[in-house]
């Protein structure tokens, strides 16, 4: 029986010692500056705007539901993904990922006291089904007391972001008679957010900026009357299905017991086109894979390199979590040198990098500073959040970087689209990447320490969205 996946999710997950990832050899480099410099040259930005294009558009015009989770589109783009690094002559499997709810977005509308005030539906959100109106009530955070405090039966409930989940404060309002709820954000902006999972325990719940939050807030500490109708629409496809797309490139014949590097960028999208969310990142995975299957450095790779497309990563990084499990389930957890995540390269005007926290390790965010910093490029700054897919990597221990082109307007609207691409921040991007894998190619590898028992904790993801930088 499939188990459920969620946003909010507890992952087992082995703890595993860091290694002193690579040393320099005495030996000369296994892969010369010259083939690097070669190499480069043979990147095309072309190839990866076609990729980008086709899979966010269709016979010219932008597909408005491209490739989300648990619908066909998806299920069409991860075959497209893995003919390619077939194409390529990387060894590639579809790993299936079970359980999932496919959820799209049809669009909500909101009025204040027949003023209308944009939003936008979380996922997962129940629908309204016809226009839902009551008073506004402010909740606070919406804890378990606030909302108890609140008096809520038959209202709806403003309740701002922060403390406890999305999914949380929407069900202590449910549990507390409303029939709907706001949410407004806690940084300048937009709320997009997820409720993690298909719940009936819930009500039509939607995201809102925090100017327009405080202005309610304000409305309602003031004793004004605030009368709210609010209309969802969503269509839901539960238990349906995603896929990891996997393309590997062993390291060379000679090498003995060699580690493995993963590459990865996840490839669905929410109702929108997603040409920078993700199939930027995407599409650049799939030319590095190109690039790096060349003779020249395939015959030469002192590490497996494997590509992965991850699926389900826009309901709470699904894909990319059940990909980890089996890695540590496996054991060959302990045997992955590092992981690079990109994820929206093609729209803003400097890179930055993540990782989950500072206890994190950061191997292989050094490497990325020391070359972004040797290329020239501008660097907006390094930050902290677990919101993509290589968050349960390093909640297993596994050195990862988390790679982003700073900042995108358009995030996750149907203004997401090829033509906002900047082809200067794929070709940064692919060269950035490209650039690492070869240094990693140039040291060598220590194999790491295995613990002495794998010791489990829970890690819970927070539910939450890319922060505003």
Not at 145 to 158: D, S, T, V
Request: net charge negative.
């Amino acid at each position: 029986m499939s188990k459920k996946k969620k946003i909010c999710v507890v992952a087992a997950s082995a703890v595993i010692v860091a290694p002193m990832l690579f040393t320099t050899p005495a030996s000369a480099s296994s892969v010369s500056n010259g083939i690097l410099s070669k190499i480069e040259r043979q990147l095309s930005v072309n190839k990866i705007l076609k990729d980008i294009e086709r899979l966010s558009m269709e016979d010219g015009q932008n597909k408005d539901n491209a490739r989300v989770t648990g619908f066909e589109g998806e299920h069409e783009a991860a075959k497209y993904i893995q003919s390619q690094f077939k194409k390529l002559g990387l060894n590639s499997e579809l790993k299936t990922v079970d359980g999932i709810d496919g959820f799209i977005d049809e669009g909500s509308s909101l009025t204040i006291n027949n003023q209308s005030v944009t939003v936008k539906t979380l996922t997962y959100s129940q629908p309204t089904n016809q226009k839902l109106e009551g008073e506004l009530v402010y909740a606070k955070t919406g804890t378990e007391n606030e909302c108890k405090e609140a008096n809520l039966q038959g209202k709806i409930a403003l309740i701002q972001r922060g403390s406890i989940s999305f999914a949380d404060k929407a069900k202590n309002a449910y549990n507390n008679g409303a029939v709907g709820v706001i949410i407004y954000n806690n940084a300048s902006g937009m709320l997009n957010g997820t409720l993690g999972e298909l719940n009936d325990s819930v009500v039509p719940t939607v995201g809102m900026s925090l100017e327009d939050g405080k202005v309610l807030v304000d409305k309602v500490n003031a004793g004004e009357s605030v009368n709210v109708s609010m209309e969802v629409n969503t269509i839901v496809k539960p238990n349906s299905f995603s896929y990891n797309v996997v393309g590997e490139l062993p390291a060379h014949k000679n090498v003995k017991n060699p580690q493995t590097l993963v590459v990865g960028a996840h490839f669905d999208s929410v109702s929108c086109p997603g040409a920078n969310d993700n199939a930027s990142g995407t599409a650049t995975i799939l030319e590095l894979a190109r690039l790096i299957s060349q003779p020249e450095v395939k015959n030469k790779l002192q590490y497996n390199i494997k590509f992965v497309a991850f699926g389900a990563e826009e309901i709470g990084l699904v894909g990319s979590k059940e990909y980890v499990e089996q890695l540590v389930q496996s054991g060959e957890a302990e045997n992955i040198a590092g992981m690079i995540n990109l994820d929206m390269v093609g729209v803003g005007n400097q890179v930055v990098t993540y990782n989950i926290d500072d206890n994190a390790s950061h191997k292989i965010t050094d490497i990325a500073h020391e070359n972004i910093n040797e290329l020239g490029y501008k660097f907006g700054g390094h930050f902290n959040s677990g919101s993509s897919d290589h968050a349960p990597f390093e909640a297993a221990g596994i050195p990862s970087v988390f790679i982003q082109f700073d900042k995108d307007p358009y995030y996750h609207t149907d203004e997401d689209t090829l033509d906002k691409i900047d082809p200067q921040n794929i070709k940064e991007t692919a060269t950035l990447v490209l650039n690492m894998l070869m240094d990693m190619q140039e040291k060598s590898p220590n194999k790491p320490n295995k613990p002495n028992k794998k010791q489990f904790k829970n890690i819970e993801f927070e539910n939450e969205e890319m922060p505003s930088l």
